[in-house]
């Protein structure tokens, strides 16, 4: 069966499998399966629950958990009351996850037990929640998930979800400090989804058992999520990245789909135990969000033995936008693995210099795409939705160049952009936090090459005249304030920062000593 579906709205994804194959299996999550008719009727509960809630179309709604399939019934479910999904980035600090929150204007929130005293902590500064929803513990004072849910009708509320409307918000860490919220749209969506299931290895049917691993409040987590349950896929969800959980996972449910980020192929390939483990059912191993050394790459090609392919984008495209095909992998190693790959279907890519005037062949610039999956615009931010969307086309803040062929490749950051372990890290951030300490008179945070996450966040503190401070206590400072993967892994003391004429730090400078000798200014 085909996986071109007649479908134009995330709630039909759901309306549209339970119709064609209601007892097969959609989510198995720690042993709990539940089939496509029992998610249609879960979801239609969700929506039902939502609009009894008072929430009216293009409401947000916000979920602060790990992975489970309970996400997937609020998605599905907040889809067919054309409500917005915000997932909030667990891993952030609790006023991360109050600002996300708050300024998604977020109604009500669902929460994992695990982050119960997150929520406690933050409710009182939570301006918008009217109800707050316990997914899988009992609260004293909210509502338990199950209860709320299987209280409400399971007939299909059927309100209308247009092209233009809003599905999921998700928040990118922000130039300025803030995390932006980026509208896709339903149109976004399906722009990916016809093409994906088509393009990405061989065409996926409903015989496919997609492995859903990677953070669902990542494109990379939830976006892979919905590829293969849009093509009817059985989907296998990990709460959490344990590398011996994934090699257990993929010969017991036999799964033919999975997508990466290089570290996570990086700790599978060095996890005791997978020299012996049975990857026969391994059809299809996508990987993206950072660049992937050679070697790592050719390693992981020797221990799946399956077709690889790597994709880049963002979350302002809606995830993919390039594809370096299966055909384009050599297990010796060639000059387009150093790629990610040609635009896919429905995607035009330009290299551009400041002006926005086109680049040649080879010459490298930043990287602007145009395509029906660039996002609607960051939530209530027309300033920098007029930044990044310029007429038709989004500037990524990537520099690149590309070839002959088309084949694209990364080369640097237009933007001060760091990427550890797949995350996105903006100085800015990690600077603002770091500034409030008594002893910090100036501090400017760059990436530097690691070997295990990419890169690495470093900071280059200026100290104040008379303060003695250590690069362990600044690191626990910052660790107070911001998300984890944020704090940096190593302080650097420097006597003055170089600036430029106008002020403003010259961080190439700064990186320039930890980036000699490679031929890409990325990791």
């Keep these: 069966m085909t996986t071109e579906i007649r479908i134009n709205s995330l709630g039909d994804v759901t309306r549209a499998h339970a119709e ?20 249609d009727r879960r979801a239609s ?13 293009q409401a947000r709604i916000a979920l602060l958990d790990k992975n489970s399939d309970r996400f997937f019934e609020v998605l599905f479910g907040a889809a067919k009351a054309n409500d917005v999904m915000v ?14 929150v708050n300024d998604a204007t977020a109604e009500v929130l669902f929460v994992g037990k695990e982050f119960f005293p997150v929520v406690e902590a933050i409710l009182p500064q939570l301006r918008t929640v009217k109800k707050v929803i316990a997914l899988d513990a009992p609260h004293d004072g909210w509502e338990l998930y199950s209860e709320w849910r299987d209280a409400q009708p399971d007939t299909d509320p059927h309100i209308p979800a247009g092209e233009d409307d809003v599905a999921i918000q998700m928040y990118t860490s922000g130039t300025t400090g803030h995390p932006k919220g980026a509208q896709l749209t339903n149109g976004n969506f399906f722009a990916l989804l016809p093409a994906a299931t088509r393009e990405w290895g061989e065409p996926w049917t409903a015989e496919d058992v997609n492995l859903v691993c990677m953070p669902l409040f990542h494109i990379a987590g939830s976006g892979w999520g919905i590829v293969g349950l849009y093509a009817g896929a059985r989907a296998i969800i990990l709460r959490d990245i344990i590398p011996p959980e994934i090699l257990r996972v993929i010969p017991e449910y036999g799964v033919t789909k999975a997508l990466f980020v290089p570290a996570v192929l990086l700790f599978l390939t060095q996890t005791p135990g ?20 050679l070697d790592l790459l050719r390693t992981a090609i020797q221990t799946f033995k399956c077709d690889f392919a790597q994709v880049y984008g963002l979350t302002e495209t809606t995830g993919a936008v390039t594809y370096l095909p299966p055909e384009d992998h050599d297990p010796n190693g060639n000059q387009r693995m150093r790629s990610c790959g ?13 002006d926005g005037n086109d680049l040649p062949v080879g010459e490298v610039g930043e990287i602007i795409v145009k395509t029906k999956q660039n996002m609607k615009g960051y939530w209530n931010l ?3 939705t007029a930044k990044a969307i310029r007429g038709e086309w989004f500037h990524t803040g990537d520099a690149g160049y590309l070839d002959a062929d088309g084949y694209l490749y990364i080369h640097d950051r237009v933007k001060d952009m760091i990427v550890s372990g797949g995350e996105n890290v903006y100085p800015a951030e990690v600077e603002s936090a770091l500034f409030g300490h008594p002893a910090v008179a100036d501090v400017a945070v760059i990436g530097v090459p690691d070997d295990k996450w990419g890169e690495a966040v470093k900071a280059i503190v200026v100290k104040k005249p008379g303060a003695e401070v250590e690069p362990a206590e600044l690191i626990a400072y910052a660790r107070e304030r ?9 302080i650097d003391f420097a006597e003055a920062l170089p600036r430029n004429p106008s002020g403003k730090i010259l961080k190439r400078e700064l990186r320039a000593p930890f980036w000699e000798g490679r031929d890409r200014q990325v990791n």
């Design 20 to 39: 064609i194959r209601p007892d097969q299996p959609a989510l198995v999550f720690e042993g709990r399966e539940t089939t496509f008719a029992e998610l």
């Design 87 to 100: 997932a909030v980035n667990w891993r952030l600090a609790p006023p991360e996850v109050a600002y996300v």
């Design 45 to 57: 509960r969700v929506a039902n629950g939502l609009i009894a809630a008072g929430l009216k179309p």
């Design 342 to 354: 040609r635009a896919m279907g429905g995607v035009t890519i330009r290299i551009v210099d400041a």
């Design 382 to 384: 027309p300033e920098e």
């Design 482 to 490: 911001i998300a984890g993967y944020k704090v940096p892994k190593s």
């Design 274 to 293: 997978v020299e012996k483990t049975d990857f026969s059912s391994l059809k299809f191993i996508a990987y993206g969000a950072s660049p992937i050394p």
